[in-house]
């Protein structure tokens, strides 16, 4: 009988198999390794300001709403002589040296806050207050370059007349009916032989440095994550070809790191608001060389085009091969020998800075975009904002407010264990991609668990957020007006409490 063929073994098949299973395990289990926790910041030294003020707010909402039931003919003396003493006391301020704790200063907050609510019932009086208010930040700003700038005096004051006087016009607007708040307000005409170009209606010159706030999340935790929580959540740096005319910008993405864009591309990015800061031009390196912000501007152009430079995470702004988007005006006026943000920006709460940790932050005495508004060195031509978003920035304000008291009690943005692996594959191929020059998933810089704490973040803010915005409209249906600023915050926290807190 003819032998029976030999069986080709299949053991070097299983052996095969079972080496590519264990591999895959293996390398799950890897991927399924917890990230370890940050190690507990060391936040900076200082206190978050904070108003402790809730029996006045009680009273700016009691007088507009005695105001509008009075009617606009009624209110309209009162009014005119708030406006009066107003005037009177900026020309005071004006004729004269005084030191941030000046009882004047005192007296001008009390009369733009008791303007107000009667502007709020009476918006056809919108354009006095807005001039007013830009009046006192000009003032303010020019009395500000004697004050001695690392005082905590001196950042309060410079915080409740800019930051609070655009607060309480804001709240006047909110009332307002659609399409009569202007979106334009000019600021001081500040001189600048630089090349010019147009932005939203403001000649802007190269140099001139812009802070804005985006619509996303975690623009509102930029500009409220701070001791001197503010409107604005990012910077770039105007250049303006002197040959062709040819406007551009110098901003960091999180994203991509630092780019250069057209100023459309620059819009095309959601803009809640654009403010135009320009360097003084009585400064003594300016009055030598009035080109200098050009000359930085240029030169920020030809390093972003020469090589890539990343994001930087950290927010150390002492090294500049990695750049965040302050720094990107800070290193540029650095190279002309002009140190932006004399008052550096401080981040001292416990729970804000162990969630700013959880995202690659190291440096909690850094520069934050909403805090350049108050450099004496820098007067504000001009602001933009989108009044069709005013309600919509003000909630988005609010729910960071309420989310980040969670995080002092000690809420925290965790994150399914599941979602540990395909967050790292993410990485993996980001990584992959960023080396060709492309963007990935996940951006350079953020390592997967930052990813999802910042995914947590953004789903529990919006969650917070749709809550905020039923409860806002069942507030106008009863009371029959926008919810003021304070009552938005006591609307979020009541949102927050009821999807059950953590991760906001």
Not at 14 to 33: Q, S
Not at 111 to 124: S, Y
Not at 406 to 434: F, Q
């Amino acid at each position: 009988m003819p032998e029976n063929p030999r069986r080709p073994s299949r053991a070097p098949w299983r052996r095969v198999l079972l080496v590519t299973g264990l591999a895959a395990l293996a390398a799950l289990l890897f991927l399924l390794v917890p990230a370890p926790e940050p190690a507990p910041p060391h936040t900076a030294a200082g206190t978050p300001f904070a108003w402790h003020q809730d029996e006045r707010w009680k009273a700016l909402e009691a007088s507009f709403l005695r105001a509008r039931a009075d009617g606009c003919e009624s209110v309209a003396p009162r009014i005119e002589a708030t406006l009066r003493d107003g005037r009177r006391l900026l020309a005071a301020a004006a004729s004269r040296q005084l030191e941030p704790k000046s009882a004047v200063f005192d007296e001008l907050e009390r009369a733009t806050f008791e303007l107000g609510p009667m502007v709020g019932a009476c918006p056809g009086r919108i354009p006095n207050y807005i001039d007013l208010v830009t009046t006192m930040r000009s003032v303010v700003k020019t009395q500000s370059r004697r004050w001695d700038m690392g005082q905590l005096a001196t950042r309060d004051r410079l915080y409740r007349m800019l930051y609070a006087g655009r607060a309480a016009v804001e709240e006047a607007m909110l009332q307002a009916p659609r399409g009569t708040v202007p979106a334009l307000v000019r600021g001081d005409d500040e001189p600048s032989v630089t090349p010019f170009a147009e932005i939203l209606g403001v000649r802007v010159h190269s140099g001139d440095v812009l802070v804005s706030r985006g619509g996303a999340p975690t623009s509102a935790l930029i500009a409220r994550g701070n001791d001197y929580p503010g409107n604005f959540s990012h910077v770039a740096l105007v250049h303006v070809d002197g040959r062709t005319g040819a406007a551009s910008v110098v901003e960091a993405h999180i994203e991509r790191g630092v780019a250069v864009a057209t100023l459309s591309e620059y819009l095309a990015d959601v803009k809640l608001w654009v403010m135009v800061l320009r360097l003084r031009a009585d400064l003594p390196r300016m009055a030598a060389d009035p080109t200098l912000p050009h000359q930085a501007a240029t030169a920020a152009v030809r390093e972003a085009r020469g090589h890539h430079i990343p994001y930087d995470f950290s927010m150390d702004f002492s090294d500049h091969g990695r750049l965040f988007c302050s720094e990107v005006a800070s290193a540029a006026f650095e190279r002309i020998g002009i140190t932006l943000w004399m008052s550096l920006s401080r981040i001292s709460s416990p729970g804000l800075a162990s969630w700013l940790s959880g995202f690659g932050v190291t440096h909690f005495e850094t520069q934050e975009p909403s805090d350049l508004e108050y450099d004496p060195q820098l007067a504000v031509v001009a602001e933009w904002r989108d009044p069709t978003t005013l309600l919509a920035d003000h909630v988005d304000n609010a729910v960071v407010d309420a989310m980040l008291e969670g995080a002092e009690r000690g809420d925290t943005l965790d994150y399914a264990w599941t979602l540990l692996a395909p967050a790292r594959l993410a990485k993996l191929y980001s990584s992959a991609l960023n080396s060709f020059g492309f963007v990935g998933p996940v951006p350079q810089g953020l390592s997967a668990a930052g990813a999802l704490r910042t995914r947590r973040f953004v789903r529990t803010h919006a969650q917070v957020r749709d809550r905020v915005l039923r409860l806002v409209r069942e507030f106008e249906r009863n009371r029959g007006y926008v919810p003021p600023y304070w009552e938005l915050v006591k609307l979020a926290r009541r949102a927050h409490s009821q999807i059950g807190g953590g991760g906001g």
